[in-house]
């Protein structure tokens, strides 16, 4: 194994087949833009404080129930 975690992850990359290192890129860039946070942060404040409370009685009311019958 090598000494850095860049290093290692780059040397277990090389030995996938093209096809899974394009899925392993896709995947670290997924990770890149989740962890940037800015396209979530323009949303902050914009749900009206009624609408927050409905959707937390909704939540509170009906989460916890399983309707077999709709399966």
Known sequence: MT????D????RVRRLPPAQRAQALAYVR???HAA?????ARF????PPA??????????????RVD???W
């Open 3 to 6: 000494d850095s975690l860049p």
């Open 8 to 11: 290692d992850l780059a040397a």
């Open 30 to 32: 997924a990770l890149e």
């Open 36 to 40: 940037n946070g800015t396209d979530l």
């Open 44 to 47: 902050a404040g914009t749900i």
């Open 51 to 64: 609408d927050l409370s409905e959707i937390a009685a909704v939540i509170e009311a009906d989460c916890e």
């Open 68 to 70: 077999a019958g709709e």
